[in-house]
């Protein structure tokens, strides 16, 4: 049985976010009733070379079966394809192809096909409906929510994008069983990330079954994505384009861990060992700009270790880092700002200055 959240966001239309296994089968009644769609609809189903020959058919035939005409387009996987070019491509094909302003796109996949199937709908004749299917844990617990959509510059990740909410989500759990043991690891950075921001509750919560999870047992997956859901949700109702600094908590470990993908190239690490990877650090900066306990810093690396997430064995010269930070989107005037946790469920938006953060990376460097 699909468990089901709904976000609910000020100015929006709310929309569901369905979690289980089998939840695939239903998608094409589902968009249609998300979608108002009346008569026939037309799909553009977007998705990447990976999860094509697994689950294409499946959405296309359940999407038939709701009397919806489909389409496809697929992508090379990877990161490469959240690029200009790719983007133009799918604009061109889909004007191509005759899609009009009623159409649906429907993101099957992983973050990179949801972010830019996202964008091509934010965009296409100035807006069409989205419904993202996340295929990976990462994405179900995270980037398939809150409507931030986005493609790569070569100066770094997502500087360019719009805020689109989706009509719809299905996160069917069935999904999850081919995906690889790295890209597994990458989902749990984003659930560890979200306990920590988010209460005691869900971190010990987590703790608990850190080994259930990290084994994939299906109850237990089930359950952290819903928390994981609920958090963003809450999080994003409050902020929906993350400029009253409340949604900037979802960033916790990312300014580190940003820095760490992109230095050591784009796919070297995954986006959750870099996430992981930033969380340690920003925990220890924490220890001395915030307060933060050691205790709490010891019991966060525990969990992730408990993930299957260890300290990454790679480090750059720590002005590398300091520029790649300052470059990211989240800088602001040329200044870097962290989330640091004074403890579970307890974090401040902290700009730290260029002398402190190169101290840091010194001793984060030296460490390794």
């Not at 496809?72 to 004007?95: C, F, H, N, Q, Y």
């Not at 999870?213 to 928390?227: K, L, T």
């Not at 109702?237 to 993908?261: F, I, M, Q």
């Not at 930070?325 to 989330?339: E, I, L, Y």
Request: aromatic share 6%.
């Amino acid at each position: 049985m699909a468990t089901k959240v709904v976000v609910n966001i000020p100015g929006e239309q709310p929309y569901d976010v369905r979690i289980g296994s089998g939840v695939l089968a239903g998608l094409g009644s589902h968009v249609r009733s998300a979608c108002g769609i009346e008569g026939e609809g037309r799909a553009l189903i977007i998705t990447d070379s990976n999860v094509a020959p697994l689950y294409r058919d499946a959405a296309r035939d359940s999407l038939k079966e709701a009397d919806l005409r489909v389409r496809d387009i697929v992508v090379p996987a990877g990161e490469d394809s959240k690029s200009l070019s790719v983007l133009g491509e799918i604009w061109e094909a889909m004007a191509q192809l005759g899609f009009g302003r009623d159409c649906v796109v429907v993101a099957l996949g992983g973050g990179v096909v949801g972010d830019l199937a996202g964008f091509v709908a934010a965009t296409y004749m100035r807006g069409v409906a989205v419904v993202q299917v996340p295929t990976t844990l990462l994405a179900m617990v995270d980037s398939s929510v809150g409507g931030k959509t986005a493609v790569n510059l070569e100066a770094g990740k997502n500087l360019v994008g719009a805020f689109k909410q989706p009509m719809y989500v299905g996160a069917d759990t069935g999904t999850l069983a081919t995906l690889p043991d790295r890209e597994w690891r990458c989902g749990c950075a984003e659930v560890a990330k979200s306990a920590v921001i988010d209460s005691d509750d869900f971190f010990f919560w987590l703790t608990d079954h850190a080994e259930a999870i990290a084994a994939r047992d299906p109850e237990a997956v089930s359950e952290a994505i819903a928390r994981c859901v609920v958090l963003k949700a809450d999080v994003v109702a409050e902020d929906k384009t993350e400029s009253k600094g409340v949604r900037e908590c979802l960033n916790y470990g990312h300014t580190l861990g940003h820095a760490v993908e992109k230095l050591a190239g784009y796919g070297t690490f995954s986006h959750g060992e870099g996430v992981a990877e930033g969380m340690r650090f920003a925990a220890r900066m924490a220890i001395d700009l915030v307060g933060a306990s050691p205790e709490f810093a010891a019991a966060q690396d525990e969990l992730l270790d408990a993930l299957g997430l260890p300290p990454l064995d790679w480090s750059a010269s720590p002005e590398e880092m300091l520029d790649a930070m300052k470059r990211d989107k989240k800088a602001r005037g040329g200044h870097v700002r962290f989330v640091l946790p004074r403890d579970v469920g307890d974090w401040e938006l902290v700009e730290v200055d260029d002398a402190t953060i190169l101290a840091y990376l010194r001793k984060w460097a030296e460490e390794k």
